[in-house]
């Protein structure tokens, strides 16, 4: 495979072109980004382990039946994915209350949530990715109802998968986002799983070990996502 062009340079990843019209090479750089990109720091490390994370999520979720973008690990920083239609949306499912619920809402964090919630938000760092609904998305165009009845049906199976997984290595699966696109017709998991995008808390301390470590200025981001990878077995 070869790598061309740079396509899009977004906060975390680089992508690329390759010589193959359906596959695309992602860079996951150091670059750590907060609050729509208004604080960036270069992390040690960072791009190498959230690259062998992701590999590791996507290929479990492969294995339970959700489509994803992932082909294979090209290296420390790079893999191979499906060129994908972004479908300009980001999909969060909440299992318990934090961040922007927290403060939306003015609920205490940590509570419970039952059932999951499911959340839209527009992917537009400029406009603060606004919260948005089902009908936004499709009165605007950015998606059909029939590929949001799917995406929401995708996120609530990566739920269940993802729950048990990360339950099995003593963390709780707070909240993720997600995001999806359009391989020859059909609706596919694209972007990344990573501990950039998700809330994970230690079972028995609730110690936060996600990026909410970086967005508080807590310290040890990379050890805190070191210490999930290993706790979960992902090689690095
Ligand atoms: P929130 O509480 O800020 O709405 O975030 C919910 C989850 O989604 C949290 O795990 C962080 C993740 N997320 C991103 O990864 N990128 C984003 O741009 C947003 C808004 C949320």
């Known amino acids: 495979m070869e790598k061309r062009d740079e396509l899009y340079r977004g906060k975390a ?14 860079l996951f750089r150091n670059d750590t980004s907060a609050f729509d990109g208004k604080r960036i720091e270069q992390l040690d490390r960072k791009g ?4 062998k994370f992701n590999a ?7 294995a339970a039946g959700v489509p994803t973008q992932f082909d294979k690990l090209l290296g420390d920083n790079e893999c191979l994915v499906k060129k994908l239609d972004m479908i300009p949306v980001e999909c969060v499912v909440r299992n318990y209350a934090a961040g922007s619920l927290v403060k939306r809402l003015g609920v205490e964090e940590g509570i419970k949530l039952e059932p999951s919630t499911f959340e839209l938000f527009l992917k537009n760092d400029e406009k603060g990715d606004p919260f948005i609904n089902e009908s936004h ?15 929401k049906k995708l996120s609530l199976k990566v739920n269940e998968v993802l ?18 696109g359009v391989f020859h017709g ?3 998991l694209g972007d990344e799983f990573s501990p950039d995008g998700c809330r994970l808390w230690d079972k028995q301390t609730r110690e936060k070990m996600d990026k909410d470590r970086f967005r ?21």
Do not use: C, H
């Not at 990843?13 to 992602?26: E, F, P």
């Open 13 to 26: 990843k680089s992508v690329y072109q390759t010589d193959d019209a359906d596959r695309l090479i992602l």
């Open 48 to 51: 190498m382990v959230n690259n």
């Open 56 to 62: 590791f999520i996507m290929q479990k979720l492969e």
């Open 137 to 151: 998305v499709v009165a605007f165009g950015w998606g059909t109802a029939e590929q949001l009845v799917e995406m």
């Open 163 to 180: 729950t048990q997984l990360f339950d099995e290595a003593g963390l709780l699966l707070v909240d993720f986002k997600l995001e999806f």
């Open 186 to 188: 059909q609706i596919v």
């Open 216 to 236: 508080q200025g807590l310290g040890g981001v990379i050890e805190a996502y070191e210490e999930v990878a290993k706790r979960l077995g992902v090689p690095l």
